[in-house]
């Protein structure tokens, strides 16, 4: 599929820093959009429906199936989360970049729909850091850091599986490498040429 927006897909075990990664390059780089998923686990704390998630009873995830109205979707610590086509396939479309924080299942289903998609793992720098991050963040109770915590070794193995992986132990130096793989999708010549036509044809190159 051929389409002049990036699509950028991150993937890391919960902890890792995915979201606090993704909010603070948003912040630096307004061409980016996020894709807002759905999924059927209750909000947390500060989280707002159709801001971090379209929070949905699993009739209403049901019906979205049926009426294939996700381009992925999957079950990630016992609850479903899923990207609609409305999130992203509209705005890729115009151009705009659309970055993805979804589980790793769901990002090797975009990479097959949409083989340019370049998908981003993010790794903590150890377990002891992995599990104090998910203390710290104090959103979750105990039982849910054991499950999040025994998911993410599985996770964690299917790094290999991404195209680029960015250790997250200074967070300025992990934001900065983000943004630096999305700057260079933007310096890729089908990129350049769409970006740059009248550039192009002043060269004769056409
Ligand atoms: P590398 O460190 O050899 O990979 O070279 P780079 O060109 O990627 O970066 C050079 C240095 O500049 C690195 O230490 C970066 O962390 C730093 N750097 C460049 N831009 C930024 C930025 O926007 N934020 C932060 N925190 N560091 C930056
Ligand atoms: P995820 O979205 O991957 O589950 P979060 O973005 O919620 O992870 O980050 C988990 C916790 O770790 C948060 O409290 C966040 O502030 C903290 N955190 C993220 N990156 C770093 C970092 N580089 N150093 C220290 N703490 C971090
Ligand atoms: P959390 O509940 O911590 O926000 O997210 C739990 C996991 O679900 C994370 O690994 C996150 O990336 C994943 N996730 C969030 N949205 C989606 C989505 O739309 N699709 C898929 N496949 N996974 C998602």
Excluded: C
């Excluded at 929070?55 to 979707?73: H, K």
């Amino acid at each position: 599929m051929d389409y002049p927006g990036n699509l950028i897909v991150v993937a890391a075990p919960s902890g890792a820093g995915k979201s606090s990664l993704v909010k603070a390059l948003l912040e630096i780089d307004a061409r980016i959009q996020p894709s807002v998923s759905h999924t059927t686990r209750p909000p947390r704390g500060q989280e707002k429906h159709g801001r971090e998630y379209f929070f949905v009873p699993d009739a209403d995830f049901d019906a979205m199936v049926a009426t294939d109205g996700f381009v992925e979707w999957a079950h990630v610590h016992g609850r479903r989360y899923g990207t609609s086509k409305k999130a992203i396939e509209d705005r890729i479309a115009q151009g705009a970049d659309v970055i993805l924080e979804i589980d790793f299942q769901g990002a090797m289903q975009i990479k097959k729909t949409f083989a340019n998609a370049v998908l981003v793992f993010i790794l903590p720098p150890s377990w002891e850091e992995l599990r104090s991050r998910l203390e710290r963040r104090g959103e979750d109770a105990p039982e849910v850091i054991e499950l999040r915590l025994k998911n993410a070794a599985v996770e964690m193995a299917q790094a290999e599986n991404f195209d680029f992986v960015i250790i997250n132990e200074l967070f300025d130096r992990a934001v900065f490498d983000l943004k630096t793989i999305v700057h260079a999708q933007r310096l890729k010549y089908l990129a350049q040429v769409r970006a740059r036509a009248d550039t192009f044809k002043s060269l004769h190159i056409l």
